[in-house]
């Protein structure tokens, strides 16, 4: 069994200031994690991905990520909130076996304030 | 990139009407699409994956003969809401893979939101 959990469902951040987007999981296994962000009016775009590889995931747009297997977190980080954040933040745990089975959380709304 | 489109983008209809919804790739030949549902401030959530010239596999609660998938070609796959109901008003996404399998070669069109009176 999988889940996912994105603490915050709303998050609002100056412009410049740092941004911290929560996601914890749970897996009977070692998962695949991810991060998609949603534009309005344009489909989810793969941010940056976790896959058994190094822990701290380097993405798009200046994003990263650290998979902490300790605290069983994937939060998303990045060090200045530009005005083009502003969207919906998806974080998804995947399985790696032979049938992919992929949880979604409930989506984190980053709201960037000029 | 690789492209999907949804059309269309929103749709209002009367409660025992059908609705389509297409998906298309732009760019690229999908052999598998996926569609999935978003209930507000709610996860997405897999309905089903239809690949290319076969019948579509649907998760386990939803109702085949509600949501009828077809994906005729490569580049498009269409999913009908039968005898729509004001519970079926929702988003509805699809995304399309290319490639091998893993979600990070899905990619997601821009979604129809459906409401149903």
């Known amino acids: 069994a999988q889940s996912v959990t994105q603490l915050d469902s709303h998050v609002s951040v100056s412009e410049g200031t740092p941004v911290l987007l929560r996601c914890n999981y749970s897996?009977?296994?070692?998962?695949?994690l991810f991060w998609y962000v949603q534009h309005p009016n344009k489909g989810l775009q793969l941010l940056l991905k976790y896959t058994s590889a190094a822990t701290l995931v380097k993405g798009i747009n200046g994003f990263e990520a650290e998979f902490k297997k300790s605290e069983t977190s994937f939060h998303l980080t990045k060090p200045s909130a530009h005005m083009s954040d502003a969207a919906e933040y998806f974080c998804v745990v995947s399985n790696t076996g032979g049938y992919q089975k992929v949880t979604f959380g409930t989506g984190t709304k980053l709201q960037v304030i000029p | 990139g690789a492209v999907v489109s949804q059309h269309p983008s929103r749709v209002i209809c009367k409660s025992g009407t059908s609705v389509k919804i297409e998906c298309r790739s732009l760019?690229?030949?999908?052999?598998?699409m996926f569609w999935y549902r978003q209930f507000p401030k709610k996860s997405l959530m897999l309905m089903a994956t239809s690949n290319e010239g076969s019948k579509a596999t649907y998760e386990q609660g939803v109702e085949k003969d509600k949501f009828l998938i077809n994906h005729a070609s490569l580049t498009l796959s269409t999913l009908t809401v039968t005898s729509a109901h004001p519970e079926d008003s929702s988003f509805y996404i699809c995304s399309a893979r290319q490639g091998l399998a893993g979600i990070e070669t899905q990619y997601f069109g821009p979604g129809t939101r459906l409401l149903v009176l």
């Open positions: 897996s009977s296994y070692s998962p695949s």
């Open positions: 760019d690229f030949q999908a052999t598998t």
